[in-house]
Antibody, heavy 122, light 108 residues
Framework: EVQLLESGGGLVQPGGSLRLSCAAS????????MSWVRQAPGKGLEWVSA????????YYADSVKGRFTISRDNSKNTLYLQMNSLRAEDTAVYYC???????????????WGQGTLVTVSS | EIVLTQSPATLSLSPGERATLSCRAS??????LAWYQQKPGQAPRLLIY???NRATGIPARFSGSGSGTDFTLTISSLEPEDFAVYYC??????????FGQGTKLEIK
């Protein structure tokens, strides 16, 4: 059974930093790209970042480029999102999602974690 | 950026009725479009991928159609558990992706 479990959310002051983790199980983690998607309170879904299965390629939404860093440790089956220079508008539930398998493109998010809430406020 | 516009924003129907939800893309996304269902406090669930293929375990009352810029999600006969928010997503410019703003399907 595929499971994705996020952790690391919490309350942080504007300008602060936070690192989110997503522990994966039930599939060959290194064979899949992974993504982070966020949802501000009462709002829709916004893609944040993606990383290839090897970790060698990373992609970011313009809204977080230069502030957030996605990474993964395939030996630990864990995905990370390092968030720096946080702003009030970064307040959201952050979901990790299983993305595209190796040697494929244009897949969809067939599994999601339960989400972790990040609140940026003074 | 490819913008997805969903309509209507809210749809009020009764159980047993047919629901038709629309998603329009600002440029062609071919058939690289998915639909998700999200209930309060839960993560989104994949319903339809590549415009018309049901994901694993999704009931046959859910169907998707369209290509290019205009897409439709149809629920043939609403069950009580179908009242939720629905999002479309495009993957034409993979690995980047965008979502529509959502359609809330509520009980009339």
């Amino acid at each position: 059974e595929v499971q994705l479990l996020e952790s690391g959310g919490g309350l942080v002051q504007p300008g602060g930093s936070l690192r989110l983790s997503c522990a994966a199980s039930g599939f060959t983690f290194s064979s899949y790209a992974m993504s982070w998607v966020r949802q501000a309170p009462g709002k829709g879904l916004e893609w944040v970042s993606a990383i290839s299965g090897s970790g060698g390629s990373t992609y970011y939404a313009d809204s977080v480029k230069g502030r957030f860093t996605i990474s993964r440790d395939n030996s630990k089956n864990t995905l990370y999102l390092q968030m720096n220079s946080l702003r009030a508008e970064d307040t959201a539930v952050y979901y990790c999602a299983k993305d595209t398998p190796l040697y494929h493109t244009k897949y969809y998010f067939d599994y999601w974690g339960q989400g972790t809430l990040v609140t940026v406020s003074s | 950026e490819i913008v997805l516009t969903q309509s209507p924003a809210t749809l009020s129907l009764s159980p047993g009725e047919r629901a038709t939800l629309s998603c329009r893309a600002s440029q062609s996304v071919s058939s690289y479009l998915a639909w998700y269902q999200q209930k309060p406090g839960q993560a989104p669930r994949l319903l339809i991928y590549d415009a018309s293929n049901r994901a694993t375990g999704i009931p046959a009352r859910f169907s998707g159609s369209g290509s290019g810029t205009d897409f439709t999600l149809t629920i043939s006969s609403l069950e009580p558990e179908d009242f939720a928010v629905y999002y479309c997503q495009q993957r034409s410019n993979w690995p980047r992706t965008t979502f529509g703003q959502g359609t809330k399907l509520e009980i009339k």
